[in-house]
Every structure is written in C-alpha cells, then in structure tokens.
C-alpha cells in the first residue's frame, strides 16, 4: 500500500555565508554515534525519526513511504529542482548481534576507541549514511536550489532484499546518476554480482525403515543431483569478469527425512548462484535445469526459485563513474557481494556508483568498526562528487 506523507518546508538559506569545511567532519562523528545507539535491525522507526527532526531544523522538505508496516518507512529528502540531479542512497537497517558472540564492544555503544568506531552498523551501512547526511545538509546550506536537485534517499529493508530502494524506483524517483553508500572502503565500484536462489527437492516416498522396499528413499536418491550440481559448478567457476570476479554455484543447505525409523520421503538442497554482468537470469536458471534434466529422468526432482537479484553494471563512460574516479583519484571495481544498486540501474535506468567509508570485511561481523579518518574523508569525497556534479555544464 502506498502511503506517502509529503512535508514541505522553506528553507532558510543565506548564500553569502561561506561554508565551514571543518564542522560538518566533526558533525559525522556525532551523528554516526546517534545512528548507532538506535538498534535497527527489523524496525527502521526511531533512526528515520532522528533524520526527520534534523531535516525539520533545516528547513529541508521530505517525504516518508511506508515499505512494510508503520515502523518500516523510507524516508526521501530532496534539495533544489531540474538539472543535473542526483541521488545519494543508503540505508538505515543492520543485521542483528545474534547472541552476542564474538563482540568485546557494546554492538549499540557507538565506543571510540584507537581511532575507530564499533558497533552494528558502523560499517554497514550507518556509516556511509552518515557521511552522506552530513555532505547533503552542507550542500543545501550552501549551493543556489536551481542549481541542481540532490536527493537523499535513507531506504528501509535492504538486508532482507532491497524492498526499500525496489519500492522508491518503483513509485517514479529517478535522477541522472546516483551514489549507493556501502562500505567499499572509499573505492569506487561500478559493478556488483547478482544472485539466484533455489531449493530443489527430490522426491521419494515415506515407509516403516523396516520394510524400505515399501519406500523410496529419497536421501539415497539426493547424490545424483550432488554430482550434476558439482559438475556445473565446475563450469561455472571457470567464468570470471574484470570488475567482479568469479561466478559461483554453491550448495548451501540440505535437508531430508523425517525421523530415524521412516524412508525419507524427500531432501531438499539450496543453491546458491553468484552470476556475472552480462549473465541473464534466464540463461543462469536454464543452465540449472539442463544439468538437472538428465537426473529427472531417474529421480522426481522439483525446482523452486526463492531468490534472485540481478548483477549490475554501470559503463566506464559514464559521466558519474568519471566523475566519482576523479574525486578518488582512482581505477573503477567490483563489488563481489549484492546490494541495492541494480534497482537503481536495471529498474531505474540511472547510472549507479557504491561508494562508501568502510570495509566490507566488517559488515556482518562482532566487533564492526569504522577508522574515523575513513568517515571524515567521506564527507569530503561526497561533497566534492555533488559539487563536481552540480558544476558540471
Ligand atoms: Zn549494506
């Protein structure tokens, strides 16, 4: 259901006030803190409250959209109108600490320590929300409104899908190039591997174990697929690209049976298909079920598709891959896992760069933490992007 709740304000800006570069890199420290010591793993609620009351004091207008139910909202700020415009995106929800283990820092204390910051979301992706924020806000307090329009989407659902950045591209929002912030580690990635998801259950039949012949077990059925699979994978993983890597087919679950007394009557596996730019969805699924085909003669096999996300790609020549490279002063990579880019550019038709403070080794992981130096430099790169951007004829 879409249920947008528009607030447009004036803006108070003075533009013969020159810009303080130094405040708004100490200002990242202190809101990534605020960020972080809100927990945000399933409800997006309080960090889009704590952006919404600092847009509110700046007189920037925005609007929130409800992705899944009241607490999970995007929320859509937008400076100035026409051309040339860019979005900055990024997102506000963690995965969660688990049971804890492994974290000697409180994953919500936000602590400093040795010139880094800990805690879920540093890295992943509070960080780079953070020093997108603070480069917006320095930029509407500064720049003419008809210079451009700069849009900050802070998306909601991104670690289980991308609903959030899926439903805004959806809606309409659009833009001439756009910046997703994950923590690349200040690189600039121009591309990202999809991947495709499926369980493929083979099919017996349940009996007293006692009497299997009344059966067919479908466990000891399961290793012809094993080795079709295994086959494939071997193939697969002779393909590779120059920004990405490797494709990758991977079995990543099995499970059959029922109790230790009965023929399992089924056992399904889970794959998981890690797929370059320039492979089709369609061409990833149909080489799955040639290497199938062949077993399915033998043994009832079912496919069922539960994921996919398509790989991304955005042209060297690009006017935002040149101009986010020479910010850097830096060769374009890839980006091995997935994130909400490819909504962007396959959905959107807008030319997408991943750049951001922090290291993707750290997301996901106890004790995640961001160099502080990482995220200062961010709000610089980020400011000097939009200004290039906005110069630009
Ligand atoms: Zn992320």
């Known amino acids: 259901m879409v249920n947008y709740l528009k607030r447009m304000k004036e ?37 889009l409250a704590c952006l919404a009351e600092r847009f509110d004091r700046r007189g920037i207008s925005y609007s929130v959209r409800e992705v899944a139910g009241a607490d999970r909202s995007n929320i859509v700020a937008t400076w100035g109108e026409g051309e040339p415009s860019l979005i900055l995106n990024s997102h506000m929800d963690t995965v969660g ?9 409180d994953p919500y204390g936000a602590q400093i320590d040795n010139g880094c910051m800990y805690g879920r979301g540093t890295a992943d992706a509070k960080g780079p929300l953070a020093a997108m924020v603070i480069a917006f806000e320095s930029i509407t ?45 200040l690189e600039v990635l121009t591309a990202h591997k999809g991947v495709f998801r499926a369980d493929i259950t083979v099919h017996g039949v349940a009996a007293h174990s006692s009497e299997p012949w009344e059966g067919r077990n479908a466990v000891f059925d399961a290793p012809e697929v094993i080795v079709a699979l295994r086959e494939l994978s071997r193939t697969v993983a002779g393909r590779s690209d120059p920004l990405v890597g490797r494709a990758s087919l991977e079995a990543t679950l099995i499970r059959g049976g029922i109790a230790r007394n009965v023929i399992p009557p089924s056992c399904t596996l889970t794959l998981d298909r890690r797929i370059l730019p320039g492979e089709s969805m369609d061409d990833v699924r ?85 160099a502080l130096d990482d995220l200062r430099q961010a709000v610089h790169i980020y400011r000097r992007i939009i200004l290039d951007w906005f110069g630009r004829k």
């Not at 108070?12 to 420290?29: C, E, G, H």
């Not at 850097?328 to 959905?347: I, S």
Request: proline fraction near 8%; glycine fraction near 10%; charge should be negative.
């Open 11 to 47: 803006r108070p800006v003075n533009y013969d006030q020159p810009s303080d570069s130094d405040r708004p890199v100490n200002d990242v420290i202190s809101l990534l803190q605020d960020l972080v010591r809100i927990p945000s793993d399933e409800r997006e609620a309080e960090v």
């Open 97 to 105: 600490i688990g049971d804890r283990a492994g974290w000697h820092y």
């Open 141 to 185: 307090a500064e720049l003419d409104p008809h210079r451009g329009r700069l849009v900050l989407m802070a998306v909601a659902k991104e670690e289980s899908g991308g609903t959030g950045t899926e439903l805004a591209v959806g809606d309409g929002l659009r833009a001439g190039a756009a910046i997703v912030g994950e923590p690349t580690g």
């Open 286 to 370: 149909e080489e799955i079920l040639t290497a199938l085909e062949p077993v399915s003669r033998e043994v009832e096999i079912s496919f069922e598709p539960v994921s996919r996300a398509e790989s991304a790609v955005t042209p060297a020549g690009e006017p935002i891959v040149t101009t986010a490279l020479s910010a850097r002063e830096a060769e374009p990579k890839g980006f091995p896992a997935c994130c909400d880019m490819w909504y962007l550019t396959n959905r959107g038709k807008i030319p997408t760069v991943i750049l951001g403070p922090g290291s993707l080794q750290q997301a996901h992981k106890s004790d995640e933490h961001i």
